[in-house]
C-alpha cells in the first residue's frame, strides 16, 4: 500500500510541474485544464517499501559534480539550463520541461548552458534495516 501511495505521490508531483510549466508557457485561457505525458518507465523496484525522495538542484554555470551515486534510480525534471548527463557510461543532453531516468549508477551531471540550471530530482531509494525505524 505505501508503494502504492508513493507512486501516487510521485505521478502527482510530476502532473503539478507539467501543468505549471505549461500554463505559464501558453497563450491559452487560463481554465483550461491540460494534462501532458513526460516520462513512462516501467521500473522494477529494489524492495516492496521505498523511501521519495523529492530535491531540488541549483548547478552553477559551468559546474560538474564529480562521479556519485544516488540511493536510488527515479525521473528528474530539467527546470531550467542545459545538462550534460553521463549516467553508467552513457551521455546525453537536456534542456527545460525535458525528464530523464537515472539508473542510480555512477553518474556525473555538467551544467553546459550560458546560466544557471536546477532539476528536480525524484529519487525512489530501497529502505534498508538501518532506515526501517525513521
Excluded: C
Amino acid at each position: 500500500m505505501r508503494l502504492k501511495m508513493h507512486f501516487i505521490y510521485l505521478v502527482a508531483v510530476l502532473g503539478l510541474i507539467t501543468f505549471g510549466a505549461h500554463a505559464e508557457n501558453t497563450q491559452e485561457p487560463a481554465n483550461k485544464f491540460s494534462r501532458q505525458s513526460l516520462f513512462k518507465k516501467r521500473t522494477t523496484l529494489p524492495s516492496n517499501t521505498v523511501d521519495t525522495n523529492v530535491i531540488h538542484v541549483k548547478f552553477p554555470k559551468g559546474y560538474k559534480t564529480p562521479i556519485h551515486t544516488h540511493e536510488g534510480p527515479g525521473p528528474r525534471y530539467v527546470i531550467k539550463g542545459k545538462l550534460k548527463v553521463t549516467d553508467n557510461g552513457e551521455t546525453n543532453v537536456f534542456g527545460p520541461g525535458k525528464v530523464f531516468w537515472e539508473t542510480g549508477s555512477e553518474m556525473t551531471v555538467e551544467n553546459i548552458g550560458a546560466t544557471e540550471a536546477e532539476i528536480l530530482i525524484i529519487e525512489l531509494a530501497p529502505v534498508t534495516p538501518d532506515k526501517q525505524k525513521e
